[in-house]
């Protein structure tokens, strides 16, 4: 029995407080219920709070969550735009999620991997296949990725922690000749006890992500229908355990469409309390991928809690007031029109040339591709159209890696985060790695729209007082040069 042999109770029992959740959800209903109809001067001094770089208590986000008033979420729209650009400046860092198998013993009703989905094509990439991958994406230009897995015994902690080293052994020619690989390594996988957590965090994982899908309990129970992760509480406390194991770098995530969208806002904003207090760090960054529609999955399409546009551009509007200094991910599962609305009002990661087939970067049979996903994907561009799109709009591209390799996780980063001051080392990383990917893999039309972007950037550098103060601008202009030149991976 894989459930019996993967759950530990006392791995669960341990962070209950007196026999209860951190998730309340009469507590979330109450706030939900009481915090309406604010005056415009309540609800401007919580969004004054926010762009102050403070976290929003539960009662300010319910407040923020039941604005009526369009012309105050105008408003709000403005200020969460200004809080990004504050905690983050003007860059967002791009990843490719790579998915190693498809084989899952648990029955997701929104999912195409579930268990008794026979449509789907079932594969777990051998280790060779794995590092085709890797090379397809490094072709793309990416440095940073996000690898998937089912939860499966063939993709269990050991396959995870031998395919994480396998990625980290690739290197790959870029077109300039320059030599690169995938400097960072996040993971999306099955929540796990602390002995296997531990082995991750020795091959060096980044952030660890596993996404709660629903913190409303009824429901969960009713899309999880079995194998592990119909157990609640089990999934509720993985990143609990991943901080005991020693990752301190880890992400939250909720599937919006399984219940109100409100609600689960809520449940965001209490996981990422609870980990700041017990922890001292709350996650890294917070997913809100949307339900899109699945192979085999009714529940994909008919859910009555679907969120429109409209609402999905509030949801990441409040999450970015409610929390200014964690990052946003935005991911290509949203078509591109919305995607850039979204990214103004305050994303922070997003992924582009996204592939989400087993074995698809390298080449599969196409025609087998749609029983081979998870999903569906809104936007399929090429990463060099999307960082063009961004640079246009002023926004640069980033792939640093820096933060981990410089020890800025965990409580430091987020001591800087606060006081916007962790933005100021990464936009120097974001020009040298921008630097470096206009050279190595830019199209021609790219590297014109990217080049004025950087010299730009360059001008603000010269200038900055922080820069000066810190004796970090003759630093920043010799990697500069040096990375023009054809040096790799400088980072400050
Ligand atoms: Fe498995 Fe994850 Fe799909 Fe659920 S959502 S069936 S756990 S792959």
């Known amino acids: 029995n894989w459930s019996e042999s993967v759950i530990k ?4 029992d341990k962070y209950l407080i007196n026999g209860k959740d951190f998730i309340d959800e009469n507590e979330i209903n109450e706030k939900l219920k009481t915090n309406v109809n604010h005056s415009k001067e309540d609800i401007r001094k919580i969004i004054n709070r926010s762009l102050n770089i403070n976290r929003l208590s539960f009662d300010e986000t319910a407040a923020l969550l039941n604005v009526k008033d369009e012309a105050i979420w105008e408003e709000m729209y403005a200020a969460a735009a200004e809080v990004k650009r504050r905690v983050y400046d003007n860059r967002i860092v791009f990843f490719a999620p ?9 029955n997701c009703k929104y999912c195409g991997f579930r268990n008794e989905n026979k449509d789907e094509v079932r594969k777990v990439l051998n280790f060779d296949e794995v590092k085709k991958e890797a090379e397809a994406v490094i072709d793309e230009g990416h440095k940073r990725m996000i690898v998937v897995y089912g939860e499966h015994p063939k993709t269990d902690a050991n396959y995870i922690a031998e395919s994480i080293k396998q990625i980290y052994s690739v290197e790959k020619k870029a077109k300039s000749g320059k030599m690169n690989r995938i400097r960072r390594i996040n993971i999306n996988a099955a929540p796990m006890c602390v002995s296997d957590l531990k082995k991750l965090h020795e091959v060096g994982i980044g952030t660890y992500q596993v996404f709660q899908e629903t913190y409303h309990k009824a429901t969960y129970n009713d ?12 999934r509720l406390y993985a990143l609990h355990r991943a901080m005991d194991a020693g990752i301190d770098d880890v992400a939250i995530g909720a599937l919006f469409g399984l219940y109100d969208w409100k609600y689960e806002v809520m449940g965001l904003l209490y996981h990422t309390a609870d980990l700041e207090k017990r922890y001292g760090i709350g996650p890294h960054t917070i997913s809100f991928p949307r339900m899109t529609p699945a192979s085999g999955s009714d529940l994909s399409t008919n859910s009555k809690y679907l969120v429109n546009d409209e609402d999905f551009k509030k949801l ?6 409610s929390v200014p200094y964690t990052g946003l991910i935005i991911t290509a599962r949203e078509k591109a029109e919305l995607r850039k609305e979204i990214i103004k009002v305050g994303c922070t990661q997003t992924d582009a040339s996204t592939k989400i087939g087993i074995g698809e970067y390298s080449g599969v049979d196409k025609a087998e591709l749609e029983n081979k996903q998870q999903f569906t994907i809104g936007d399929p561009r090429p990463l060099d159209d999307v960082v063009r799109e961004l640079a246009e709009m002023g926004k640069i591209t980033s792939f640093c890696t820096a933060g981990y390799r410089c020890g800025r996780t965990g409580e430091k980063i987020m001591t800087l985060l606060e006081k916007t001051e962790e933005g100021k080392f990464c936009k ?8 470096e990917y206009l050279d190595d893999y830019a199209s021609e039309e790219t590297r014109k729209v990217g080049e004025k972007l950087i010299e730009k950037e360059l001008k603000e550098i010269e200038n900055m007082k922080f820069y000066k103060a810190h004796k970090l601008t003759d630093l920043m202009t010799d990697y500069y040069e040096r990375v023009s030149n054809g040096e790799r991976d400088l980072f400050i």
Request: charged residues 20%; hydrophobic residues 40%; proline residues 3%.
């Open 223 to 234: 899309v999880h229908e079995s194998g592990p992760k119909s157990d609640y509480r089990w």
């Open 316 to 321: 990441v509007t409040v999450l970015r007031l």
């Open 98 to 106: 790579l998915y190693c198998g498809n084989l899952c013993v648990n």
């Open 428 to 435: 120097l990383n974001a020009v040298l790695t921008f630097r």
């Open 9 to 12: 109770q006392d791995e669960i």
